[in-house]
């Protein structure tokens, strides 16, 4: 039973509204974030030894065959970094995109939280699906976030020892 009564018209439509406000929300506050707190590694960004520099990803979910069908938020929000594509081949440009797709990976799982509002106004049922809808929109994200990062993170380390010999 949802702590507010509403027509289904009206749930309809906060649902629909209450998602974009959250989406656009947390996405214009990460991008307000200084790009210095995501130029290192804490323990959500950190790609775990179990992920295999990112080669688990791949392994189960396949994600070469559909990471390039996901929309880049930059171009949808008109600011931030395009991580369509890589800018350069250069260490520079790819310690960039890695710092950038620390952003993007803390977008995402800050955008799968509100779903726990929707508890108030939605019937049960509802409210699962807005739970089911949070994870099945941003956990693909997440997921080809950490792929392309424990990949480039491993070409870094190699050419950082290579230009140490």
Do not use: C
């Amino acid at each position: 039973m949802p702590l507010v009564e509403l027509s289904v018209h009206w749930i309809i439509l906060l649902d629909i509204v209450a998602w974009a406000v959250f989406h656009m929300g947390i996405s214009f506050l990460t991008l307000s974030m200084p790009e210095k707190w995501f130029a290192s590694d804490g323990w959500l960004y950190r790609i775990k030894k179990w992920e295999r520099e990112g080669r688990l990803w791949q392994d189960f979910f396949r994600v070469k065959s559909w990471k390039g069908l996901i929309p880049d938020g930059s171009s949808v929000m008109g600011a931030g970094y395009n991580k369509k594509e890589l800018p350069g081949r250069d260490t520079t440009s790819l310690i960039q995109f890695i710092t950038e797709s620390r952003r993007a990976e803390l977008t995402h799982w800050l955008s799968i939280l509100p779903a726990g509002f929707f508890f108030i106004w939605n019937p049960l049922w509802a409210s699962y699906i807005m739970v089911i809808y949070a994870l099945l929109f941003n956990l693909p994200i997440i997921i080809a976030q950490r792929y392309n990062r424990g990949r480039l993170e491993k070409l870094v380390v190699y050419r950082n020892k290579k230009a140490a010999r």
